[in-house]
Structures are given as structure tokens and as C-alpha cells.
């Protein structure tokens, strides 16, 4: 079973793909982390894509589907359900991705839009704060310390990191949404495509989640 998920930052994707892959055999895919491990370990592929990086360049699709193909081919049998999470991101990727897994006999078996209102999404990711010392993780409405932007047990300022910015947030999403918004009438066109109130609390969310997931393994 192949499951996409679909969202900027901020909407709890990874959160649901965790506790997913905790419930199932499933492993979760995204493809910043193949990438950051291929580096790390120096193979053929993360060498290839360490070149373009620092190149200052994107990494190109056809590696990026190579590295999820590696990942895929090289994961334990007892393990045959992958989450993508935020990938793919562009119509072009997603073409790629179904040549590949057409040539294991597969497909994408839902495709899972996490809907969520812009000015929420904004407000979740800039109240964010941390600790520098101990990276403790607060936000100002829905996590807040107990004294004011210091850090429960360090006593030191909380800081906001650089991509949780309010402006470097907006910036992002309309590049975001630029390159990924056809990938959603590409899904809906295929009946693959479900939406899902992701402003709600994580266990709600989950329990949709699960929900599809059920019905897909009937
Ligand atoms: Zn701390």
C-alpha cells in the first residue's frame, strides 16, 4: 500500500504519518530525510545529490524518485506499506512516482489532502518557540511556559527559529501551493484523492486517518 500525503509545513503531517507507522507495518518516506541519509552515508546516490546541493541547485526529480526506489527495494518484506510524506510535490514527481511503482505492479492507494485555514496554519508554526539550550519546544498560545518566553528548566530566553517567521511562513506557502495545488486535481482526477480537516485535535485527525487506511486493507 502506497499512501501520500499532501500539505505545507504545519499541518501535522508528520505527527500522523508516525503514529500511522506505529500502529502498522508501514514505513514513512520523506524524501528531506533520504536525502540527508544518503549524504551521511556517502552512497553513490547521496554523492550524486550532495553535487547539485552544493551547486546551490535542486536536486533533480529522477534522483529523488532513484533514492525513494532504493528505499523501497531495500525495505524488509514484512514491511510493504509506505507512507510519502510531502512527496510528491509537483505533477511531475507524481508521474514519476507512479512509473515507479507501476514497475513493482503497484500504485498509490489514497492520496490524503491536509486541509488546514491559511491564517491557522500561521498562527501554529510563528507562536513556535525553543529552548537554545535544552531545544525544549513551546508555543506561545498553545504550549506557553510558565514564566514568558523563558524556558521552564533552564530559565533562559526562548527563541523563534528563522523558518518560523511570520514572513519567511507566507513566503514559503505561496511557492508551496504555486508548485503543488494541480497535484490535487491530478489525485481527485484519479478518485485517489481524500481531504481532511487537519485543524482539529491529532486524535480526531488520526481516527480518519485510520479509518482509510481500514478500509483500504478490506
Ligand atoms: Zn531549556
Redesign the pocket.
Known amino acids: 500500500m502506497f499512501i501520500v500525503f499532501i500539505g505545507p509545513p504545519g499541518v501535522g503531517k508528520g505527527t500522523q504519518a508516525n503514529m500511522l507507522a506505529e500502529k502498522y507495518p508501514m514505513f514513512k518516506i520523506s524524501t528531506g530525510d533520504l536525502l540527508r541519509e544518503a549524504i551521511r552515508e556517502k552512497t553513490t546516490l547521496g554523492e550524486r545529490a550532495k553535487s547539485f546541493m552544493e551547486r546551490g541547485e535542486l536536486v533533480p526529480d529522477a534522483l529523488v524518485i532513484e533514492l525513494v526506489n532504493e528505499k523501497v527495494s531495500t525495505t524488509s518484506k514484512d514491511i510493504n506499506s509506505f507512507i510519502f510524506d510531502g512527496f510528491p510535490r509537483t505533477i511531475e514527481q507524481a508521474k514519476q512516482l507512479d512509473g515507479l511503482l507501476l514497475s513493482k505492479k503497484s500504485s498509490i492507494s489514497v492520496a490524503v489532502n491536509f486541509a488546514m485555514d491559511e491564517e491557522e496554519r500561521v498562527t501554529r508554526l510563528s507562536g513556535r518557540r525553543m ?1 537554545p ?2 531545544q ?1 519546544t513551546y508555543h506561545i498560545k498553545f504550549a506557553k511556559p510558565k514564566i514568558d518566553n523563558l ?1 521552564d ?2 530559565n ?1 530566553d526562548l527563541i523563534q527559529r528563522s523558518d518560523d517567521d511570520e514572513a519567511v511562513i507566507r513566503q514559503r506557502s505561496s511557492v508551496y501551493w504555486e508548485q503543488t495545488r494541480p497535484l490535487l486535481d491530478f489525485y481527485d482526477q484519479r478518485n485517489l484523492l481524500q481531504t481532511i480537516d487537519a485543524s482539529r485535535n491529532i486524535d480526531l485527525v488520526f481516527k480518519d486517518l485510520d479509518n482509510f487506511v481500514a478500509n483500504l486493507k478490506k
Open positions: 529552548c539550550k535544552c525544549r524556558c528548566y533552564c533562559v
